[in-house]
């Protein structure tokens, strides 16, 4: 059966740290795309894959958002009037799944629509792993973008080993065929640290669950297991934490969308230079 418009995405995500220390890491790793208003009939149709309920594969609604029993459109929705961004339209969202009932995204993304079915605005959550998270909004232009370009200050704390007065800038291909997200984090003195997810679309089927389930077991737990691995080896380079702020007061941080050239792709998960 058909799984209408969720999809799953098989790529390679890289990380490479560029001061005071470098540091590079690359890995393998899949996503799943769910539009908000069907998941109940994608669990209905998926054996492998449930709705708030524990199964091989899962997608539960407090993961995401405020945590709250408020349904995540109206939570998003609720978000987007907030920044007068149109809504109405689909929303669809780039996530990791529960695998065994285990999840940690440190990343998903909220691609909201208008009615007429272009790109609204673009919602970045991100989880630290002090348990916080925190949400980017960043409206979109309407009109064909290849490559949409957007860019925010930095208002949460994530890595112990950044400081939190910074700035992102986004350039990303919506899903389609194949997705591409490049994020640059930059301070006063330049970029500092790079981030890059390549994926090629794949259609959803237990079949493709079961593969990537075999192909990447526990792929959650070793996305938490990693990301404490490599702080060790920062720590061990010489690179030391930062004292953890206060998490913002809002929620949410607006940033914005901009015409010049930002993070451009190149092969091998390079980068050129900025605006």
């Not at 015409?259 to 230079?273: E, I, N, S």
Request: aromatic share 10%; proline share 7%; net charge positive.
């Amino acid at each position: 059966m058909r799984a209408g418009h969720a999809a799953l995405y098989v790529g390679r995500i890289m990380h490479r740290r560029l001061r005071p220390r470098q540091h590079k890491l690359r890995y393998r790793i899949f996503y799943l795309l769910l539009d908000l208003d069907q998941v109940d009939n994608l669990a209905r149709t998926l054996r492998l894959f449930s709705h708030n309920g524990f199964n091989i594969f899962s997608f539960h609604d407090r993961d995401h958002g405020d945590g709250s029993a408020t349904s995540l459109r109206e939570q998003v929705e609720r978000h987007l009037r907030d920044a007068d961004v149109e809504v109405g339209g689909p929303i669809r969202l780039l996530t990791m799944p529960r695998i065994l009932g285990y999840v940690f995204n440190p990343l998903s993304i909220y691609f909201c629509h208008r009615t007429n079915g272009s790109l609204t605005a673009i919602l970045y959550e991100v989880n630290n792993t002090f348990g916080q998270r925190h949400t980017y909004l960043i409206p979109v232009t309407e009109g064909r973008q290849a490559t949409i370009r957007q860019e925010s200050r930095k208002s949460f704390h994530v890595s112990p080993f950044l400081d939190t007065d910074m700035a992102y800038s986004f350039a990303i291909r919506p899903p389609n065929k194949r997705l591409a997200v490049s994020i640059v984090g930059h301070d006063a003195k330049g970029p500092l640290i790079l981030a890059a997810l390549s994926a090629e679309r794949q259609t959803l089927t237990d079949a493709a669950l079961a593969r990537v389930f075999y192909r990447y077991p526990l792929l959650t737990v070793k996305v938490i297991v990693g990301i404490h691995w490599e702080a060790m080896l920062l720590w061990l380079k010489g690179v030391r934490p930062r004292r953890r702020p206060p998490p913002p007061e809002q929620p949410l941080t607006v940033g914005r969308q901009y015409p010049a050239p930002a993070a451009v792709f190149m092969k091998d998960g390079k980068h050129g230079p900025q605006r």
